[in-house]
């Protein structure tokens, strides 16, 4: 089981990055799936998680409707768009999976990816 993000960089305020998970070694549509952020000195928090079941969107929505999640079925593959961007949303993007959707919503996903770094500064 493995997950590869990317798509991270620097960008400036105002900018647009569109973040990527692939996953693989398992059922890519069995599993619901969330992105996380996390700065250096502080929790890691969710800012978009997706439920297989019946398509709902949860997780604390800290960029509130800037960042949209989105998935790709076929190629394994899940999407995070980040739009409008702020400096404060500079940290480190994590994408994680899990067939229980309360346990990717509170952070306790099963499988996790090693993370891309955003940087957005003038």
Not at 44 to 59: P, Q, T
Not at 84 to 112: H, I, N, Q
Request: with cysteine; net charge neutral.
């Amino acid at each position: 089981v493995q997950l590869q993000a990317s798509g991270g960089g620097s960008v400036q305020p105002g900018g647009s990055l569109r973040l990527s998970c692939v996953a693989s070694g398992f059922t890519f549509n069995n599993y619901n799936i969330g992105w996380f952020h996390q700065v250096p000195g502080k929790e890691r928090e969710g800012v978009s998680c997706i439920s297989r079941g019946d398509g709902s969107i949860d997780c604390p929505d800290s960029a509130k409707g800037r960042f949209t999640i989105s998935t790709d079925n076929a190629k394994n593959t899940v999407f995070l768009h980040l739009n409008s961007l702020k400096p404060e949303d500079t940290a480190v993007y994590y994408c994680a999976m899990d067939t229980v959707f309360w346990k990717v919503v509170s952070g306790r996903a099963t499988y996790w990816g090693p993370g891309t770094q955003v940087t957005v500064s003038s």
